[in-house]
């Protein structure tokens, strides 16, 4: 199937994921802008610097052949709003993909993002998306204890990165299928 053809949804228990489409600008400014959800990422943005941040997300979207998919989560049954994830393949290691997760406030230490990592996570090393990775890694800050649970319980391995005050973890293809092969 060509990768223009591929269905980049997902859709696990809880939540839904579609790419951001035009009309998630507000989510997505949103979420760059409030301190609060920025806080163990990076400096929070003024709203121009989120929403052309947004506008490059949607670029990368429609182009088949882009690095990186960007995508809106929603809660299955309700289709409340939840916030963001990302994957975006390593300009080194092409078989290499970071994810991204920012959730709003209320959607926080609900389940919602082990559900959404575990749907971007299955479609990337499952070839579902056709991407050709063998490998997803996602890094916070070391105070962020939430995303170090998160991923501790996605059975995520640590491991060293360059970036300093920051925690790296790794999940290959084949401890994804012995994960889910185990359940």
């Not at 994921?17 to 600008?25: F, H, I, M, N, S």
């Not at 941040?53 to 709003?81: D, E, I």
């Not at 995303?147 to 293809?173: C, K, N, Q, Y």
């Amino acid at each position: 199937m060509p990768v223009d053809r591929i269905d980049w949804a997902f859709e696990t228990n809880r939540v839904r994921g579609r790419l951001v489409a035009e009309g998630d600008v507000d989510l997505y400014v949103e979420l760059y802008a409030d301190a609060s959800v920025m806080r163990h990422i990076a400096e929070a943005l003024s709203e121009d610097a989120a929403a052309d941040m947004f506008a490059k997300a949607l670029r990368h979207n429609a182009n088949p052949a882009a690095r990186a998919r960007y995508w809106h989560l929603s809660h299955q049954r309700t289709g409340q709003t939840l916030g963001l994830a990302a994957l975006v393949r390593d300009a080194v290691v092409p078989t290499r993909g970071e994810l991204g997760l920012m959730l709003l406030p209320q959607a926080q230490h609900t389940g919602a993002g082990i559900q959404s990592l575990e749907g971007v996570v299955e479609g990337a090393l499952s070839q579902r998306w056709r991407l050709g990775m063998d490998e997803v890694t996602g890094r916070h800050a070391a105070g962020n204890i939430g995303a170090a649970r998160l991923v501790e319980h996605l059975g995520f391995e640590p491991f060293d990165i360059a970036t300093p005050g920051s925690v790296g973890w790794r999940m290959t293809a084949d401890a994804w299928r012995a994960r889910l092969a185990s359940r």
